[in-house]
């Protein structure tokens, strides 16, 4: 097919986009559903529907007329606004990776996380690693295919974190990994020599049902418009958005913490803020959403931890708290409570970990990832280097799988690569805040007030309302300049040291 | 397309089936992510998804191709096996339906019942029905229009009833509602001259907390499989089903009414039995849920009347009820409730109303149905003809829309033809009910021990399991015989005049 003019191929490349959009739509509210409220034995109608649906938009993606229209802009880039032509250059990539996907391997894998989501459910609560293997077997088996399609010219690791962080690579994080130990190991040892802090009051009984108004709470503390953004119950919380206009977060409420859930509402909602702040201008459209998870990450972890783990923020919110939890929090005070929810110990469950200890729980990942990808790794034997890498990093006893290389549903949803984002986004965060700082100067005065207008007009206007029009590397250092880990390792530094009196 | 063999186009036929089946599955889904969990603002972008995939659904079913296919299935009819033919026959049906209407019709239709579910939603909370008006007359006049290029030969009323029971028109319905109203009508002036029945502790504080474990007693009760049928909440309780593996009910719970969920619990378990009952070779093709309205209500309103309201039910359930609700009930015992759930009285709300008036709603929708799409009743006097209605066959007085024309969701869900479905059905299930108990003897002795299965299985046996394979008035009469609507007036007539000692 030729197009007449530009003007003639820019809508039919809107209308493509509005098409993909609509599936995307589709298949993101089958798996809400299918995480939320889905009675336990639907998935076999489900993977069919997902089958199909993924065939579809496969079909709908890589097609000649898509490359024709792609070239034909391409070759008309100078006509076309900056929107349009970065639209183009998001498009190209996906369609040049899908195209070297088969479609049926395409739509056999769709099938297989279908069905691997419920698996691993089952086998996480049955602590059953053995039902497991196959399917992560085969999810593995597809990465290492998947990135030498991606990327024929890099090790398979390198391309397949490319996906989530665009220009990352093992080099480059494994200098940061060992920068972060070389800051966190001393800090956790000289905290393990001194008094440790009194964290008890936080796993007393504290039903559902209250919980459920904190998370409420919370999300009106975060300015989060409840017209916009709904909060439901899974296994495992995540975001996930449908336009800027249609965002879910979601949590699990454990009655013996209150912190889980409580994070993970703060966590959740800094990546739904991303969302929500996204310009209208690009619903519809391939830059709509988040530009990479790494920036996803830093938003996410900017609310759960630089503001959420924050005196201010404690400051802020401990009247409600301790409305809400009058009888289990009868003998805690402020004070108490900050240092609580900031105890640094070494522990087992990465949603759970504290500030500190939470880049050793990705370490362990991303370790693993890395030699199972290489090659160096079975599947089968996941679950010993996981316990071995755990007593080596974090100096902790792993008792079963289920706590264990069970706990995260990412690799069941076929996310390898995606857990070096978490660390890289707190890093992120650190920095943005140094220069949130610069720009607005104490931040934690508004916090202490429960006003978190200003820090999230400044993220909205430096990062959330920009979507996925400007690459993550480009975006973050035109706001922050040339990313430097030692502003998070000194940001960790500072706050636990002052928190232990080390 | 020529097709070089009837396995071959019979191959084509399942295979177009299935996708059918996905996208109703997507945009079941979406509908009940809408109804459900979405957050209030967010009818925008699902409007979009909504418009694009209909048009995907039309195309898909709207094209030579399919005209073709079903053309040669058809000359090749000897050759196919049963279930093939009758799924070309319903096929047809949609085919040249759907051919009739115009694709930007269709898609424009689509995208106005979205719209027109959340102004209906907003407009019944704010007591306003003239925000619902412009939306209502759309409806009203597409109905029309479709009505005329459905059957250009029959009235345009009749047209619309034939969509949701084969065969019904208003001449048989005046008729059955002439003989509905000489029975009910002496009755209900009979009760109005004896002792009533007070009710007034159904109506006390009921937690929505209880009233969902309550839910929960009456599913188990019921036999529903949960590992296939969930249960959700919205603004008017439905069913939907993806496949007969994946069924869904949803509820409202008001906290001063007990009996307003649990019977829309029943009501709508009643629907779900009938889709878990279907069998699973008619998954994913046109023969898969069940045949009509009036089959389907009248297996809820089985369940609904003539088991849940029966003193055998009542028996098997009150100790959980006493155990739930101790403190609301505790005067109460199992004859003053069974009486007080069918207490029978003239009221406002068709979802709550009792056994006996009933049908005398159904009958005030239908005549104001008839008369909007005859063009004797504006849109904007629908509220001022409601309340003359109400009037005249119930002796009440409508405060106002909410309580009034507002209450159902169906006009603004496109329904028009579908409430006379809700009295056939209960006429039919007064009729299966007779030959259940030829077939098995007294079906209350089980029922009153808690035990439904006999009367499921049998419900499955004759009627469930065939899901659309038969036509509903071949289904019915196989089993029943020739409708009668006395087997209903009759039943009717026996219940109450021993409840109230006629």
Redesign the interface.
């Known amino acids: 097919m030729k197009y007449e003019s530009v003007n003639q191929a820019v809508e039919a490349l809107r209308k493509l986009q509005?098409?993909q959009?609509?599936y995307n739509?589709?298949?993101g509210?089958?798996y809400?559903?299918a995480t939320?409220?889905?009675?336990?034995?639907?998935w076999?109608?489900?993977g069919?529907?997902m089958?199909?649906?993924s065939q579809v938009t496969y079909d709908l993606t890589v097609n000649p007329e898509n490359g024709e229209l792609l070239s034909y802009l391409e070759a008309h880039a100078e006509e076309l606004d900056a929107q349009t032509k970065r639209e183009v250059e998001v498009l190209r990539k996906g369609y040049d990776q899908m195209f070297k996907i088969p479609a049926e391997e395409y739509v056999a894998y769709s099938v297989l996380l279908n069905d691997a989501q419920a698996v691993w459910a089952k086998a996480k609560n049955e602590d059953d690693f053995a039902s497991f293997t196959p399917y992560l077997e085969k999810i593995v088996a597809y990465n290492k295919k998947f990135a030498g399609y991606f990327n024929p010219d890099m090790a398979p690791y390198d391309a397949l974190l490319n996906e989530y962080e665009e220009g990352m690579n093992t080099a480059t994080l494994d200098a940061f990994f060992a920068q972060l130990r070389e800051a966190i190991v001393p800090l956790i040892a000289k905290i393990q020599n001194v008094q440790q802090i009194d964290d008890s009051f936080l796993f007393h009984h504290y039903p559902a049902?209250v919980q459920r108004k904190f998370s409420d709470y919370l999300m009106e503390v975060m300015g989060i418009d409840?017209?916009?953004?709904?909060i439901?119950e899974t296994e495992h919380p995540y975001t996930t958005n449908?336009?800027n206009?249609?965002v879910?977060i979601t949590t699990h409420y454990h009655e013996d913490n209150l912190v889980s859930s409580m994070f993970s509402v703060i966590h959740e909602g800094g990546h739904a803020l991303y969302e929500l702040g996204a310009d209208d201008k690009y619903?519809?459209t391939a830059l709509s959403g988040g530009v990479s998870m790494g920036i996803h990450e830093s938003q996410s972890r900017f609310y759960e931890n630089i503001i959420g783990r924050s005196e201010a923020f404690v400051h802020a919110i401990f009247p409600k708290v301790k409305e809400l939890f009058s009888e289990q929090l009868a003998d805690v005070d402020e004070t108490m409570f900050y240092r609580a929810i900031n105890k640094a110990e070494p522990s087992l469950i990465r949603t759970e970990a504290d500030e500190l200890t939470y880049a050793l729980h990705i370490m362990v990942r991303y370790e693993i990832e890395k030699q199972l990808i290489g090659g160096t790794l079975e599947v089968k034997d996941v679950p010993a280097e996981w316990k071995r890498l755990y007593k080596e990093y974090l100096g902790v006893e792993v008792p079963n799988d289920r706590e264990g290389c069970l706990q995260d549903s990412h690799w069941s949803g076929g996310s390898i690569g995606y857990f070096p984002s978490y660390a890289l986004g707190s890093a992120y965060g650190a920095q943005m805040l140094r220069k949130m700082e610069e720009d607005l100067g104490d931040v934690y005065a508004d916090v202490a007030k429960g006003d978190l207008s200003k820090v999230t007009a400044w993220l909205v206007e430096h990062i959330h309302r920009h979507a996925s029009f400007k690459k993550p590397g480009q975006l973050f250092e035109e706001v922050c300049g040339k990313f430097d880990a030692k502003f998070y390792t000194d940001y960790l530094t500072e706050k636990f040291s002052k928190l232990y009196n080390l």
Chains 1, 2 share one sequence.
Do not use: W
């Not at 409840?226 to 709904?230: K, N």
């Open positions: 509005q098409t959009a609509a739509h589709a298949m509210v089958l809400l559903d939320t409220a889905a009675p336990s034995d639907t076999e109608g489900r069919k529907t089958e199909i649906l049902e409840r017209s916009h953004c709904g439901a449908f336009n206009k249609d879910r619903n519809y």
